[in-house]
């Protein structure tokens, strides 16, 4: 599974690579409350990285991604995307 990360402020300004932080990567069962998250630093370096959510339950869990700069700006979360778990 994959997605792209926004790359672009709450304020519509891009977000330029060396201002990049950290994806906040958010998920959970409920597309509506996306109880867990993943921070993964080093964003500069890591421009198209891939990371695997492991130990999921069987079921249907939900996705989102946002990038963080280096003042702490936040982007809009991405659409949600979904992966079901057979057991």
């Given at each position: 599974m994959s997605w792209s990360a926004p790359l672009t402020r709450v304020n519509g300004e891009s977000i330029p690579m060396g201002e990049l932080d950290?994806?906040?990567i958010r998920y959970?069962?409920?597309?509506?409350?996306?109880s867990e998250e993943v921070v993964v630093t080093?964003?500069?370096?890591?421009?198209e990285m891939s990371y695997e959510v492991s130990g999921l339950d069987a079921g249907t869990w939900y996705f989102t991604i946002q990038?963080?700069?280096t003042n702490g700006l936040i982007s809009e979360p991405s659409d949600v995307v979904s992966k079901s778990i057979r057991s």
């Open positions: 950290k994806y906040v959970g069962q409920d597309a509506d409350e996306l080093n964003a500069q370096a890591e421009a990038v963080q700069d």
